[in-house]
């Protein structure tokens, strides 16, 4: 896994992997952005792989006093993305989650929360990720599997924020 500040060199679509990662852990740090509205970070970025993390507050409460599935879910989703996006040739492709299917296993009520994903299959339309959302312990929290589709970029849909 990279972190932020780590470098690999392999090329990919014209660009070095070191500034892949970067253009995608900067797209995630920008602060007008719904990552940032959470309070999400983006820690680590392999190929394939990526690793966020958020602190609970109580603005994230449900009526039953734990953290609201939506939060879960949102940093499900933005961790299986940022994992396809290592995988994705920026330069021509964008992705977008078509179906995301979510297991809520524990309740959260404090603490910090990190969601770890991996692409389990890339084809040339269709992307497919599984997340584990835990808790600091390492207890897992929920399980989501996502599907995202993979298209061409068009002179009106490109765009960075397309990945």
């Not at 977008?96 to 404090?110: C, D, F, G, H």
């Given at each position: 896994?990279?972190?932020e ?47 966020f ?62 969601c770890e ?9 269709v ?34 924020r397309?990945?």
């Amino acid at each position: 896994m990279v972190s932020e500040g780590s470098s690999l060199e392999a090329d990919k679509g014209g660009m070095t992997d070191d500034d892949r990662y970067r253009e995608i852990m900067q797209s995630r740090s920008d602060p007008s952005t719904y990552y940032a509205l959470l309070g999400m970070r983006l820690e680590e970025l392999g190929e394939g792989t990526s690793r966020f993390a958020m602190s609970v507050e109580p603005r994230f409460f449900n009526a039953g006093g734990v953290v609201h599935g939506g939060v879960l879910a949102s940093i499900a989703d933005a961790s299986a993305a940022a994992a396809l996006a290592t995988l994705v040739d920026t330069e021509r492709e964008a992705i977008a989650t078509v179906e995301m299917k979510i297991n809520y296993i524990s309740p959260v009520r404090a603490g910090d929360i990190f969601c770890e994903a991996r692409i389990i299959q890339r084809g040339r339309l269709v992307a497919v990720g599984e997340t584990s959302v835990l808790d600091a312990g390492g207890r897992l929290l929920a399980k989501a599997m996502a599907t995202f589709l993979i298209r061409e970029k068009t002179a009106k849909g490109a765009g960075k924020r397309d990945i």
